[in-house]
């Protein structure tokens, strides 16, 4: 019961980001000109290799598409990075995107379901970053009841694994792009706006999409930039 009730709240979670991503029209649209970082996050549905798995004993066919930058601009990370066994370093074979993709796995039985739910498993405890993996592997077994992803596949949920920039992050120049606010707003030092801040020079979007059948990757931008229609944030009441 307890695991239905978090699938259904995931559910609920990624359907309101779905509204949200709807609600935000691509610009050829809308009359402007198209984004030129938008080819870099075009979406190929052709681009999946099928992997076969099972579920409380039955097999279940899943595409996967292995390892999508959802960012047109991602930050380089250092080949190494903390966090080793015993307190050192690890290596990272990944060092364009590896902490800005995702892995998709959609069950045969969602495919082309633009309804089909989303679990999105942000791997990123204690806001660490987090490196790209892979939670569904060709020839394991999952239980229903015992595993997130067995129930999720069962229940033709939509499985990703989303990587992060976060804290402990090393970048390629030895900066830090997981400190905040880098891992929601990247920010150049060239470029400045009047509130003394300045533009993000990435765009981050995350795939949310229930079928990745699409022309391209259905997204939500880190920018701190409310969609439209999304409440504002209420102002905090003075303390004395």
Known sequence: ???????????????????????????QSRGR????????????????TTLTVTVDGRPVDVRWYK?????????????????????????IPHTACGYQSMNVFVPE???????????LAVNNGGW???????SVTAG?????????????????????DVASRGRGLVGADGSSPGKAPAAGTPRSPS????????????????STTGSPGTSRTPATSTCSRPWPGSPRPSARPATR
Do not use: H, W
């Open 33 to 48: 000109a198209a984004d030129p970082q938008d080819a870099a996050l075009a979406f190929d549905s052709g681009a999946y």
């Open 1 to 27: 019961m307890r695991r239905e009730r978090l699938l259904r709240s995931t559910a609920l979670a990624g359907s309101l980001v779905l509204t949200a991503v709807a609600a935000a029209a691509p610009a």
């Open 109 to 119: 039985s969602a495919f082309g379901d633009q309804r089909a739910p989303v679990y």
């Open 191 to 206: 470029r400045s706006t009047s509130t003394g801040r300045s533009p993000p020079t990435s765009r981050s979007r995350t």
């Open 140 to 160: 394991s077994s999952y239980g229903s009841s015992t595993s997130n992803v067995g129930a999720a596949l069962k229940a033709g949920y939509v499985f990703v």
């Open 67 to 91: 390892e999508v930058c959802y960012v047109a601009n991602p930050v380089a990370a250092a080949a190494q990075q903390p966090g080793g066994p015993g307190g050192g370093t690890t290596t």
């Open 128 to 134: 660490m970053a987090s490196y790209i993996r892979a």
